[in-house]
């Protein structure tokens, strides 16, 4: 009896297996580490419950309805934590056997998660850090990045005062790391594209000038005599990632000037009022699902979901190294409502990807900007190109 | 004797309008329909054509324009000689492109906003169906024994080959990234769907029981443009099956593909931002919508040669012709 199942059973597991369409359940999990910090300066940057989370939902839906044709299934598990419980909700995932992780967290966090997840043999997905050297000298082979780097979003910036040309710059510089780290994009990028940073200032971080109880009455006065007597200046170019000052900047300067960087014209992945090469679509999508509209950090988490559902629904793969290696071939591209196919850099893991300018209400332009040009594409224009890496993960 | 020499000249001026062929453009932005006469490509009228008017077609029996007023949700219908809007038809959540089957009956609506093909009665007004399909169905094409309708879906990316007898899906294709729109050859033995984002033309050979094979993919290249610009959008088949014409957006040419090698022959420079095509009735000419230089581009067929320009509403997105 025994003996006369089994080849039946075989039979029937390799009919399921080797099927086109063999049932797939996939399953991911979005990581969300909170950290103590300061409110924002302004109301609108309040971060919602489910931030990052909201673009997971309606990464599972729009995976899910390709799925129904295919016989595939996707669930997304949230979870929040903080620094010091991260290793455990991610022992928790992985024990459970979910390999597709997805990670919102500052750097330090990110990097060992990532190795935490690696001894797993597990996919990590960077969906919240910026920083540069996650993708450069501390870059891991298991962990791709839809969020843009800071090198991408100064490229994206500079791009475009370049093309306009303002080509000398008043950087304004928070003094927090962070803020450190990205003025030296920006820096980095001037000497890119051929701007003079003609003044570089740092605006201390006193603890002080919110806007509750009257902070702006403060900054009006402080910010004027902080940038007066500059050197002469087309553009103001705010490095507050830690965001205390850069908002303040675009009417309180003493010379008149645009603002561009963490304040003004910012460069992001992604913002509500999108709606060129069928954006409109995405919004009222991600509106309908959760009810709020979107921010950066869940269209990077969706960004991440729909490179996933590309691998299950093209390469018949839910395995961390199936979808690594086909995110990484020449057979992935993905369509990201940014008018071109958005596709990864096989040397460091990150999703080239176009940025938009924002200033808060409209998509101003978008970079990489025209006549900025590139032997493969004008995509890697933006950020740490492949002859400048220093990242060995991949090879 | 004079004025009704006068008379009669003028009431030969206004006739002659319904004489000539016509091509109705549906003007996105600017929320009309322009009305081009197709012999002297003078423009002939301008009229409010809803809210977003997009997809645009007409009844079999040339006296109805549909046009899909795609924030109005709904289908408006017009009368293709004197203008005069007539009852709306049901579409749907934001409606793109449809197609209308040969009897005139049932037209199959894309609901870009939800997933949904509605199919709906032109007679009575009514829906028939809503066939659920992949994430944001966009292109619309039907067999010419009227069978199949192919539904493409830009997120999913894949063409639904829903059966026009019990309104389910017998087939689903994948197709490159951002599937704009089907298009088979008059015989029904092959279908072409256009990937805007994955620049390629996927052609499938369909057999006789409606079944598609995926037998090539056509890709495009021009000294000069960003590979990235060229997107391929709205597509048109010569009837006799050999020349394929494909518009390729932000590009600004329309690519000249022999429809039986699949070779690209050649590109035709046309407007800005070359979104959807059609031909005239006699095959002479193919128009094709140029959103951003807000006019329409004349291709002599024949020839393969662009001819001619006509400056229409704002922002054109589709177009019609008829007799």
């Given at each position: 009896?025994?003996?006369?199942?089994?080849?039946?059973?075989?039979?029937?597991?390799?009919?399921?297996?080797?099927?086109?369409?063999?049932?797939?359940?996939?399953?991911?999990?979005?990581?969300?580490?909170?950290?103590?910090?300061?409110?924002?300066?302004?109301?609108?940057?309040?971060?919602?419950?489910?931030?990052g989370?909201?673009?997971?939902?309606?990464?599972?839906?729009?995976?899910g309805?390709?799925?129904?044709?295919?016989?595939?299934?996707?669930?997304?598990?949230?979870?929040?934590?903080?620094?010091?419980?991260?290793?455990?909700?991610?022992?928790?995932?992985?024990?459970d056997?979910?390999?597709l992780?997805?990670?919102?967290?500052?750097?330090?966090?990110?990097?060992?998660?990532?190795?935490?997840?690696?001894?797993?043999?597990?996919?990590?997905?960077?969906?919240g850090?910026?920083?540069?050297?996650?993708?450069?000298?501390?870059?891991?082979?298991?962990?791709?990045?839809?969020?843009?780097?800071?090198?991408?979003?100064a490229?994206?910036?500079?791009?475009?005062?370049?093309?306009?040309?303002?080509?000398?710059?008043?950087?304004?510089?928070?003094?927090?790391?962070?803020?450190?780290?990205?003025?030296?994009?920006?820096?980095?990028?001037?000497?890119?594209?051929?701007?003079?940073?003609?003044?570089?200032?740092?605006?201390?971080?006193?603890?002080?000038?919110?806007?509750?109880?009257?902070?702006?009455?403060?900054?009006?006065?402080?910010?004027?005599?902080?940038?007066?007597?500059?050197?002469?200046?087309?553009?103001?170019?705010?490095?507050?990632?830690?965001?205390?000052?850069?908002?303040?900047?675009?009417?309180?300067?003493?010379t008149?000037r645009?603002?561009?960087?963490?304040?003004?014209?910012?460069?992001?992945?992604?913002?509500?009022?999108?709606?060129?090469?069928?954006?409109?679509?995405?919004?009222?999508r991600?509106?309908?699902?959760?009810?709020?509209?979107?921010?950066?950090?869940?269209?990077?988490?969706?960004?991440?979901?729909?490179?996933?559902?590309e691998?299950?629904?093209r390469?018949?793969?839910?395995?961390?190294?199936?979808?690594?290696?086909?995110?990484?071939?020449?057979?992935?591209?993905?369509?990201?409502?940014?008018?071109?196919?958005?596709?990864?850099?096989?040397?460091?893991?990150?999703?080239?990807?176009?940025?938009?300018?924002?200033?808060?209400?409209?998509?101003?332009?978008?970079?990489?900007?025209?006549?900025?040009?590139?032997?493969?594409?004008?995509?890697?224009?933006?950020?740490?190109?492949?002859?400048?890496?220093?990242?060995?993960?991949?090879? | 004797?004079?004025?009704?020499?006068?008379?009669?000249?003028?009431?030969?001026?206004?006739?002659?309008?319904?004489l000539?062929?016509k091509?109705?453009?549906?003007?996105?932005?600017?929320?009309?329909?322009?009305?081009?006469?197709?012999?002297?490509?003078?423009?002939e009228?301008?009229?409010?054509?809803?809210?977003?008017?997009?997809?645009?077609?007409?009844s079999?029996?040339?006296?109805?324009?549909?046009?899909?007023?795609?924030?109005?949700?709904l289908?408006?219908?017009?009368?293709?000689?004197?203008?005069?809007?007539?009852p709306?038809?049901?579409?749907?959540?934001?409606?793109?492109?449809?197609?209308?089957?040969?009897?005139?009956?049932?037209?199959?609506i894309?609901?870009?906003?939800?997933?949904?093909?509605?199919v709906?009665?032109?007679?009575?007004r009514?829906?028939?169906?809503?066939?659920?399909?992949?994430?944001?169905?966009?292109?619309?094409?039907?067999s010419?024994?009227?069978?199949?309708?192919v539904?493409?879906?830009?997120?999913?990316?894949?063409?639904?080959?829903?059966?026009?007898?019990?309104?389910?899906?017998?087939?689903?294709?994948?197709?490159?990234?951002?599937?704009?729109?089907?298009q088979?050859?008059?015989?029904?033995?092959?279908?072409?769907?256009?990937?805007?984002?994955?620049?390629?033309?996927?052609v499938?050979?369909?057999?006789e029981?409606?079944?598609?094979?995926?037998?090539?993919?056509?890709?495009?290249?021009v000294?000069?443009?960003?590979p990235?610009?060229?997107?391929?959008?709205?597509a048109?088949?010569?009837?006799?099956?050999?020349?394929?014409?494909?518009?390729?957006?932000?590009?600004n040419?329309?690519?000249?593909?022999?429809?039986?090698?699949?070779?690209?022959l050649d590109?035709i420079?046309?407007?800005?931002?070359?979104?959807?095509?059609?031909?005239?009735?006699?095959?002479?000419?193919?128009?094709?919508?140029?959103?951003?230089?807000n006019?329409?581009?004349?291709?002599?067929?024949?020839?393969?040669?662009?001819?001619?320009?006509?400056?229409?509403?704002?922002?054109p997105?589709?177009?019609?012709?008829?007799?």
């Amino acid at each position: 009896m025994q003996f006369r199942v089994s080849p039946l059973l075989a039979a029937l597991f390799l009919m399921l297996t080797t099927g086109y369409a063999a049932a797939i359940d996939v399953r991911a999990a979005v990581i969300r580490v909170d950290y103590q910090s300061v409110l924002p300066i302004s109301r609108y940057d309040l971060r919602p419950d489910d931030l990052g989370f909201a673009g997971a939902v309606l990464g599972d839906e729009d995976n899910g309805t390709t799925g129904s044709f295919l016989g595939h299934t996707y669930e997304t598990r949230h979870v929040t934590t903080t620094p010091e419980e991260a290793d455990a909700a991610l022992d928790a995932i992985l024990s459970d056997g979910v390999s597709l992780i997805i990670i919102l967290a500052d750097r330090d966090d990110l990097l060992r998660l990532t190795d935490k997840a690696q001894e797993s043999s597990a996919l990590v997905f960077n969906a919240g850090t910026a920083d540069v050297d996650v993708r450069d000298t501390e870059c891991r082979g298991n962990l791709l990045h839809t969020v843009p780097s800071h090198a991408m979003t100064a490229d994206a910036v500079a791009q475009f005062a370049v093309w306009k040309k303002w080509t000398d710059w008043f950087l304004v510089a928070g003094s927090n790391p962070q803020d450190e780290a990205l003025a030296d994009a920006y820096r980095r990028a001037a000497v890119k594209f051929g701007a003079d940073i003609t003044v570089d200032r740092t605006f201390e971080d006193t603890g002080g000038s919110r806007r509750t109880d009257s902070g702006h009455v403060l900054v009006q006065r402080q910010l004027p005599v902080f940038t007066q007597d500059a050197d002469d200046h087309d553009v103001v170019i705010a490095a507050d990632d830690t965001d205390y000052f850069g908002r303040y900047l675009t009417y309180h300067l003493w010379t008149p000037r645009p603002v561009m960087g963490s304040a003004g014209l910012r460069p992001i992945s992604m913002h509500g009022a999108h709606e060129a090469w069928g954006a409109t679509q995405f919004q009222t999508r991600f509106e309908e699902a959760t009810g709020r509209r979107v921010r950066p950090e869940d269209y990077n988490v969706w960004l991440a979901l729909r490179v996933i559902g590309e691998a299950v629904t093209r390469a018949n793969t839910a395995e961390a190294q199936g979808v690594r290696d086909y995110a990484l071939s020449d057979a992935f591209e993905l369509a990201a409502f940014k008018g071109q196919k958005v596709t990864f850099r096989k040397w460091n893991g990150q999703l080239r990807q176009p940025i938009l300018l924002y200033d808060g209400a409209i998509t101003v332009s978008v970079s990489p900007q025209e006549g900025f040009l590139h032997q493969n594409s004008p995509l890697d224009t933006l950020g740490l190109d492949e002859p400048e890496t220093n990242c060995t993960a991949f090879n | 004797m004079k004025s009704l020499f006068i008379a009669a000249s003028i009431t030969a001026l206004l006739a002659s309008p319904a004489l000539a062929g016509k091509a109705f453009i549906s003007n996105e932005r600017g929320n009309t329909i322009t009305v081009v006469n197709t012999e002297t490509w003078e423009v002939e009228n301008e009229f409010f054509a809803g809210n977003r008017p997009r997809g645009i077609t007409v009844s079999p029996d040339g006296s109805k324009i549909y046009v899909c007023a795609s924030d109005d949700n709904l289908v408006r219908v017009f009368d293709a000689n004197t203008y005069e809007e007539l009852p709306s038809l049901p579409s749907g959540p934001d409606p793109e492109l449809f197609i209308i089957e040969p009897s005139g009956k049932r037209l199959y609506i894309a609901n870009e906003d939800d997933n949904l093909v509605t199919v709906t009665d032109t007679e009575t007004r009514t829906v028939l169906a809503e066939v659920p399909v992949g994430v944001e169905p966009e292109g619309m094409g039907m067999s010419p024994d009227a069978k199949w309708v192919v539904n493409t879906s830009e997120t999913t990316n894949m063409a639904h080959f829903i059966s026009t007898e019990d309104y389910k899906i017998y087939h689903n294709v994948l197709v490159d990234q951002r599937p704009r729109y089907a298009q088979y050859t008059a015989d029904g033995s092959r279908l072409f769907v256009t990937s805007e984002i994955g620049g390629t033309v996927s052609v499938m050979d369909i057999a006789e029981d409606g079944a598609p094979t995926v037998v090539g993919k056509i890709s495009f290249e021009v000294p000069g443009v960003q590979p990235e610009w060229l997107q391929p959008v709205g597509a048109k088949v010569t009837s006799d099956g050999k020349r394929l014409f494909v518009a390729l957006g932000p590009a600004n040419r329309v690519a000249v593909v022999d429809a039986q090698s699949l070779d690209v022959l050649d590109y035709i420079l046309v407007g800005q931002r070359v979104w959807q095509l059609d031909f005239t009735p006699d095959e002479k000419y193919l128009l094709t919508t140029n959103g951003n230089s807000n006019d329409i581009t004349v291709i002599d067929v024949a020839k393969e040669e662009a001819v001619r320009s006509v400056q229409v509403g704002e922002q054109p997105w589709g177009v019609v012709t008829i007799d």
